[in-house]
């Protein structure tokens, strides 16, 4: 052992190199978070007021929940989800929040709760996409789900919730597009009908849609690639796509749920092409778009979904709902009440002052302490820099005597109170 003292270290000039966010992902922060913060209390406060309770889910499941959930021929599926291993386990993060919402509705009994059970998510979801405007490799999505009831009500009020937020948050340029799917067995007869029909054409079609043609011929009209589209849009294929294939049953439902939304003066656009990117829809699907957005139009979709809780292994069970991005809906949100700060305490008596402050606080002002330690004419233009609507100067000789001096930013009149007139003005 030598006890000779260690070598002073000299620290190496140059700096460590910094790491950047993983591509497709964003720091949200500064103003942002205050504008997503007050659309999700938004959400909350509309959904609670009409019976929805949250769920959160875990944010990676079982990879074949996604398979059985979202299906196997879907982009999400084949192409986008973030899959690895650990042990024996194939996990993958959650591309969308339906699936995780139905395998906990099933794994945890509330199949046997009075119907209709009504629940919302918000959360990260990850699709390795191209990132691009509106397109991101995590994004958020706030979503709803109305589980037990199959009737064109629960349609209307799903639909509803969505667009009465949209309202109230001021959305630009909206538009509902709408369509009848029908159950899995009229499907059927439709996707050979659409086979036959784009038949002539296939060699036309991008190669995405060519295996769709095979796995899922449904998914070809979900292509965004023009040259795809222009065969959907060719006359033949068109005039098909416009004849409603759907059982008469179905075409009932949709039909109430239109009435609905006529009485409700819910505008919206009935679009034969809309057949949604996942597997497990029927009946009534739905997307709502601004024009606002570009390329990406979609903030948000959704529809019924009646066979999905049964092929997640629960009994059968109705459900209707909607996700909506969060990205897309706050790159349309303009102007939003600001919270402003209402009393910065300007002190070195720093027990006494986070009195004050606790006292405030619990009756919602927004209250900051300075706790810098520098003299107070620097605090005060600390507290003129946040905006302050009023500063409260707590020095020693006001802690000594009970008192403190209240100074209004704007007009900058000042005056001393005792500190129990001043907590007695607050609350009457
Ligand atoms: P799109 O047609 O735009 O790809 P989608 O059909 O894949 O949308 P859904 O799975 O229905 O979208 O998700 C609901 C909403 O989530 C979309 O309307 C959109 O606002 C948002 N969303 C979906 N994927 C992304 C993404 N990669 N980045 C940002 N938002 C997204
Ligand atoms: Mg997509």
Redesign the pocket.
């Known amino acids: 052992m030598s006890n000779s003292s260690p070598q002073p270290q000299t620290r190496p000039k140059t700096r460590k190199e910094t790491l950047q966010r993983p591509k497709g992902t964003q720091d949200i922060f500064g103003a942002d978070i205050e504008r997503w913060e007050y659309v999700e209390s938004l959400c909350r406060l509309q959904f609670q007021n009409s019976g929805y309770q949250e769920i959160r889910t875990p944010a990676f499941e079982a990879t074949e929940l996604f398979e059985r959930g979202v299906g196997e021929a879907t982009d ?1 599926v084949n192409k986008e989800m973030y899959t690895f291993e650990k042990g024996e386990r194939r996990l993958s993060l959650r591309p ?1 929040g339906t699936a995780g919402v139905v395998r906990a509705f099933v794994e945890q009994g509330m199949s046997r709760w009075p119907k209709p059970v009504k629940l919302y998510y918000m959360g990260p ?1 990850f ?1 390795y ?1 191209r990132p691009q405007a ?4 995590q ?1 958020h ?1 706030v979503g709803l789900e109305l589980f037990g009831l199959d009737t064109p009500a629960a349609d209307a009020e799903v639909i509803l919730m969505a667009m009465r937020l949209f309202e109230k948050l001021g959305l630009p340029n909206l538009s509902l597009e709408i369509n009848n799917i029908g159950t899995t067995e009229c499907r059927e007869n439709f996707k050979a009908g659409l086979r036959t029909v784009v038949q002539p054409y296939l060699a036309e079609l991008c190669e995405d849609c060519q295996t769709r043609y095979n796995t899922n011929p449904l998914r070809m009209l ?1 292509c ?1 690639k023009e040259t795809c589209k222009a065969v959907y849009a060719r006359p033949d294929v068109k005039s098909f796509l416009e004849t409603d294939f759907t059982s008469p049953e179905s075409q009932a439902h949709f039909a109430e749920v239109i009435r609905s939304l006529e009485a409700l003066k819910i505008p919206y656009r009935r679009n034969s092409y809309l057949v ?3 597997d497990y829809y029927t009946k009534t699907v739905f ?1 709502i778009t601004s024009t606002n957005l570009g390329a ?7 529809g019924r979904y009646n066979r999905l809780v049964e092929d997640l292994g629960g009994p059968e069970t109705p459900a209707v709902g909607w ?3 969060m ?3 706050m790159s349309l949100v303009g102007e939003l009440p600001k919270r402003e700060l209402d009393y910065y305490i300007v002190t070195d008596q720093h027990p006494v002052a986070f009195e004050l402050a606790e006292r405030l606080r619990g009756q919602d002002y927004k209250t900051e302490v300075d706790l810098s330690g520098k003299g107070f004419g620097k605090q005060l233009e600390r507290a003129a820099k946040l905006g302050a609507r009023q500063t409260l100067i707590i020095g020693e000789a006001e802690a000594q005597k009970g008192e403190l001096q209240l100074k209004h930013m704007q007009s900058g009149e000042q005056k001393t109170l005792l500190l129990q007139d001043f907590l007695s003005t607050l609350s009457s």
Do not use: S, T, W
């Not at 509106?134 to 490799?137: E, L, S, W, Y």
């Open positions: 999400i969308e979801m699709r996409e509106g397109r991101q490799r994004f999505q979900d965004k949604r990117g996942l997307e990406q139009n979609a903030v948000c979709g959704g996700a909506l991005g990205e897309r809906l």
